[in-house]
């Protein structure tokens, strides 16, 4: 098998199990997950092809997955502390449904 075959599924691999890691710790809505592994599979054969040893191909992937867990986490823990959030109405406590 060429050098560059084995090359390329090397770094592919890599990259994918890392964003694949990410991703499912983020626990997105499965059609969420499986959306975001295939784009991200042919974005990153795209990047892997076009050159396996540039920072941005390791750097661009990391980064838009830390942003995809991180906003995941902050929705919802920003719906569970939202949820259960009590505003005064006419002298008793109500609670507020935000998040559905």
């Not at 942003?67 to 502390?81: E, G």
Request: proline share 4%; aromatic share 12%.
């Amino acid at each position: 098998m060429p050098f560059r075959v084995l090359s390329f599924c090397d770094f592919l691999g890599a990259m994918v199990s890392f964003w694949v890691t990410i991703v499912t710790m983020a626990r997105l809505p499965l059609h969420w997950t499986s959306f975001s592994y295939v784009v991200a599979i042919l974005a990153l054969a795209i990047g892997v092809e076009w050159d396996k040893h540039s920072l941005l191909t390791f750097l661009v992937p990391s980064v838009v997955a830390m942003l995809i867990m991180v906003v995941a986490w902050v929705s919802v823990n920003c719906c569970d502390v939202l949820s259960i959030m009590q505003i005064p109405t006419g002298g008793s406590f109500r609670e507020v449904e935000l998040c559905a």
